[in-house]
């Protein structure tokens, strides 16, 4: 049976070694978490919440949230357009129609596959942002968690 190596082993194997890409060795663990309470409705809302470092690995998104709706309204996870425009707008790459009628808890691992935001690393700082899909209709609370890893 072969010895098979993934693509920072191989690296690390080479002579003279190579050095990994940025974020996929010995980083550090750091987490970009904001808070939102509703008051009550909200309809077709955008939230802004904590930023995204330049150099940034993102490794997960976590969003836990209450009871706010009870007749479909959804949440989509995303980020702001960077300040010198090389990192693009994206309304979903973190989530997308998160269904909001109980309490619940999203992870990103769930839907990675789909999720252009997992192990997207930003060249430039954005914002994380929240955007109401149609209304929802309970006061409430929105929390946001980015894990991600920088050298």
């Known amino acids: ?24 060795q010995s980083g550090a663990i750091k987490v970009a978490f904001d808070t939102y309470t509703t ?7 955008t939230i802004h919440f904590g930023k995204i470092p330049a150099g940034a ?35 979903t790459g973190l989530a997308s129609n998160l269904a909001v009628t109980s309490a619940g808890v999203y992870s990103m691992f769930t839907t990675a596959s789909t999720s252009t935001g997992f192990q997207k690393t930003f060249v430039e700082e954005v914002q994380v942002i929240v955007t109401v899909d149609g209304d929802l209709d309970a006061a409430g609370t929105i929390k946001v968690e980015v894990l991600y890893v920088i050298d």
Request: aromatic share 8%.
């Open 57 to 91: 690995r993102v490794i997960d998104c976590r969003v836990y949230f209450t009871d706010l709706d009870t007749s479909g309204g959804t949440l989509d996870i995303g980020w702001t357009a960077g300040a010198k425009g090389t990192e693009a707008v994206d309304l």
């Open 39 to 45: 008051l009550g409705a909200l309809t077709d809302e």
């Open 1 to 24: 049976m072969a010895n098979l190596y993934g693509v920072n082993a191989t690296k690390w194997l080479a002579k003279p070694m190579q050095l990994a890409e940025q974020g996929h």
